[in-house]
Nanobody, 129 residues
Framework: QVQLAESGGGSVQSGESLRLSCRHSGGYGVAGVCLAWFRQAQGKSREGIATIDKDGTVKFGDSVEGRFTISQDNAKDTVYLQMNNLTPEDTAMYFC??????????????????????WGQGTQVTVSS
């Protein structure tokens, strides 16, 4: 089991930046851990934003590629989501999630939120125009 806690959300103006943090602990035994960011806007389905595995391999969703980056500090057990050039369309609750890496690589899980076993409580990001 993996415990996750997000922080860093808030309200910003269009074009500004935010950095979200996800502190994590625990694991899945011999299986590796895939960490990811998802978001869910009101009335919309959950959307995969980015994944990162223990080797630092990353994958981004089409809607954020080029604007968002994901990184990790293994010494601090923390994953970051740097969000630049934010628009009102980025307004959503952002979640950090973890999944065991078994047959499929972490990057292949970006759009498979149902395979992520553990989730943080979420942090709200609101972007106004």
């Amino acid at each position: 089991q993996v415990q996750l806690a997000e922080s860093g959300g808030g309200s910003v103006q269009s074009g500004e930046s935010l950095r979200l943090s996800c502190r994590h602990s625990g694991g899945y035994g011999v299986a590796g851990v895939c960490l990811a960011w998802f978001r869910q806007a009101q009335g919309k389905s959950r959307e995969g934003i980015a994944t990162i595995d223990k080797d630092g391999t990353v994958k981004f969703g089409d809607s954020v590629e080029g604007r968002f980056t994901i990184s990790q500090d293994n010494a601090k057990d923390t994953v970051y989501l740097q969000m630049n050039n934010l628009t009102p369309e980025d307004t959503a609750m952002y979640f950090c999630a973890a999944a065991p890496v078994a047959e499929n690589p972490c990057s292949g899980l970006l759009h498979l939120h149902f395979l992520f076993r553990d989730w943080g409580q979420g942090t709200q990001v609101t972007v106004s125009s």
